[in-house]
C-alpha cells in the first residue's frame, strides 16, 4: 500500500492506493498518529484504494475518534466494492463519507 500525505494549514489529506489489511494496517496507523496534531480537517481519499480488511476499519474508526475531539474527518473517492464494506459493517453510518 502506498500513502501520500498531503496538507495545507489545518487540513491534511491522506490519500491511500493499494490493500489495506492486517499487513499494512500498522502503518497507516502510525502515519496517522504522527500526523494528527494541528490537523481540524482530515480527509481520506480512497479512490486507488483496491481492497480494505477488518484492520483497516480499525485504523478508520480509530482516526475517527481522534478527529471527533479536534475536527472533522470525511472519506473521499470509495469505490463500489469499499462503500459495500463500509455498508455492510454499518461503518456508513460512523463514517462522514462524502
Known amino acids: 500500500m502506498t500513502i501520500t500525505k498531503t496538507g495545507e494549514g489545518s487540513d491534511l489529506t491522506i490519500a491511500l492506493e493499494g490493500r489495506l489489511d492486517t499487513t499494512t494496517a500498522p502503518d497507516l496507523e502510525k502515519e496517522v498518529q504522527e500526523s ?3 490537523v481540524s480537517n482530515l480527509t481520506f481519499d480512497l479512490k486507488a484504494l483496491e481492497y480494505i480488511s477488518s484492520a483497516g476499519l480499525r485504523v478508520l474508526l480509530s482516526a475517527q475518534k481522534i478527529m471527533n475531539k479536534q475536527g472533522e474527518m470525511k472519506i473521499t473517492g ?3 466494492a469499499i ?3 463500509f ?3 454499518g461503518f456508513i453510518d460512523i463514517l462522514n463519507i462524502a
Do not use: R
Request: glycine share 16%.
Open 36 to 38: 494528527l496534531g494541528g
Open 83 to 85: 462503500m459495500e464494506v
Open 87 to 89: 455498508e455492510v459493517t
Open 78 to 80: 470509495a469505490n463500489e
